[in-house]
């Protein structure tokens, strides 16, 4: 949703891969070890969150109003999200490419069996989107 960059934000810090007017047009909470200002751009404002998953959950599901809050991220969020059973469901989209290395979405600590049930697929050429229940 923002960047994968890590360590500390610099003097000129990034200011996200969508330009000037990214497409969201919501908050956007933004985990990181690093306290920076919030971002707006165009309609969307980036919030960024240095006290944890929980925390970065309870701001989003405030700032829904009652709406669903969807969770973006790489493996090591979904995972953090996935053992503390804190997700509905989840989406998988599967490219056909081999990238070598990286972070696998499933290792890591989950205290146990996660049930999911598929409860949709949809294949193309290019990417297989899969999506989730927690059961």
């Known amino acids: 949703m ?54 970065a959950l309870e701001r989003a599901r405030d700032a829904a109003g009652g709406d669903d809050v969807q969770i973006s991220g790489g493996a090591d969020v979904a995972q953090q999200y996935l053992a503390a059973g804190l997700l509905d469901e989840m989406q998988i989209h599967i490219a056909p490419v081999l990238l070598g290395g990286g972070t696998r979405l499933f290792d890591g600590e989950l205290d146990g069996p996660r049930d999911l ?3 949709r697929s949809i294949e193309s050429p290019g990417v297989t989107h899969v999506r989730y229940e927690a059961a």
């Open 2 to 55: 923002f960047c994968g960059e890590d360590g500390p934000w610099g003097d000129d810090p990034f200011q996200g891969w969508w330009g000037d007017d990214p497409p969201f047009k919501k908050p956007v909470f933004v985990l990181t070890h690093h306290e920076r200002e919030p971002l707006e751009l165009g309609e969307t404002r980036f919030e960024f969150v240095t006290d944890g998953i929980e925390s």
């Open 117 to 119: 049930r598929i409860t």
